[in-house]
Every structure is written in C-alpha cells, then in structure tokens.
C-alpha cells in the first residue's frame, strides 16, 4: 500500500524540550511539505523541499528545522523557540511536475 | 501574503439538500484545488481546476473554476451523513503561477448535516 505515515498520531511535550516529528513517504514522490493547522484555521504551510538535500522556508518556519537526506522522509523539529508549538502538524507530498499534494494524516502535538 | 476567502465559515443542513460554498481571492489563480478534512484526519483531495471557466464533478460534488481567475465554486448535491467535515479550498501561493511549493489554503467551510 502507497502513502504517507505521520508518527505518532499523538505526541506530548514539556516546553523546552525540541521534538521530532516523523513524515516517510513510499509513493516516489520528489516534493514534500510541513504544515501546521490551529483550531478554526486554514492550514499554514512551515516547509517544503523539491529535491533531496534542498528545502525552503514557507510562511511559518520561525521555530522550526527539517531535513530531507532521503527521497522518502521528510522529519520536522519543533524547537523551543517555537512560541505557540500546539498544533495539529500535516506531512504531504506530490510527485514531479504541477501536481496537487497529498496529505498524510497529521501528528497532533501538545506542548505543557 | 495572499489569503483565500471562503465562505460561508459554517453551514447546518439537513440530511438531502444541496450545498454550495464559494472561494475567492484578490489575485488571480492558474488552479484551484478543493480537499476535504475529516476530524482528526489529513485532507484528501476532491477536485482540482486548471483552466478558467472549467466545471469538474466527482460523484455528487461539482467544482467550478471562476472566469475571473479570482474564484471558485463547490456544490454537494444530495448530502448524506458523512459529507460532515471541513472544506477547504487552495491554491498555489505564487499568483498566476503553478508551483505547489507554497499553496495558500481558505480557512475552511465547516459542514455538519443532520440526518
């Protein structure tokens, strides 16, 4: 079967401690994407990379770090300068060329 | 930035009617995507729009592509149970460009319907 795993589904923190957020992908796809969703809003988009080895900032990076060594993963760190780090987090990914991306089923985050 | 405006923010109906929530912006698109969210769930995409003017179906949802470029159109003919969840409309950030690098996304039109 083909798709995106976010784990775990649910991920506790106390603040000041970094967490890690996992994305793996098994559908070849070249681009993948971070975004955070808050209750009541649209989701805002905190990273995205075309190629391995290459990623950019979206509108919300601030906080944040990812890294792409490998065409099938795509990991967020949700750092302790992250201000307001509870968020509902989203993995997606499309393949090459002007294709719509497919979201995997989000990591929902709490920070105490 | 550029924002996408949907509306209505929430609509309560009963379980049979039609359903239609609109999307617009002050720049131009080259495509409109519109998902759904379940709770707790990723959003999964329903329709996708690239040309001005198109009118797409997927079962019972029919999407429009504004001719201004500036706004689309979703219609649920039917409803049922499990159309309940959040629509959101999307498109790339860059105005009139195609790259999905930095898609905008609506702030979500809540649908319940009551059976």
């Known amino acids: 079967d083909g798709g995106i795993t976010q784990s775990p589904k649910y991920l506790f923190r106390k603040e000041g401690q970094n967490v890690t957020l996992s994305c793996e992908q098994n559908l070849n796809h070249d681009a993948m994407y971070w975004y955070r969703q808050d209750p009541g809003q649209g989701l805002r988009l905190i990273y995205y990379s075309q190629i391995v080895n290459d990623f950019q900032k979206g509108d919300i990076a601030e906080g944040y770090s990812v890294s792409r060594e490998k065409k099938e993963s795509f990991p967020l760190t949700v750092t302790s300068a992250q201000k307001n780090p509870t968020a509902f987090y989203l993995c997606?990914?499309?393949?090459?060329?002007?294709?719509?991306?497919?979201f995997g089923p989000g990591t929902r985050l709490t920070v105490t | 930035g550029q924002q996408l405006n949907q509306s209505p923010q929430s609509m309560f109906i009963q379980e049979g009617e039609d359903v239609s929530m609109n999307c617009t912006s002050s720049s131009i698109f080259n495509t409109w995507l519109w998902y759904k969210q379940d709770p707790g769930e990723g959003p999964v995409l329903l329709i996708a729009l690239y040309k001005a003017g198109e009118l797409t179906s997927n079962g019972r949802l029919t999407a429009q592509f504004g001719i201004t470029r500036k706004d689309s159109f979703l219609n649920i003919s039917a409803s049922i149970p499990s159309d309940v969840g959040i629509y959101f409309c999307a498109g790339p950030g860059n105005a009139g460009g195609t790259s999905y690098g930095k898609l905008t996304f609506g702030q979500g039109t809540i649908l319940t319907v009551h059976p």
């Open positions: 997606a990914s499309s393949p090459k060329g002007a294709r719509p991306p497919y």
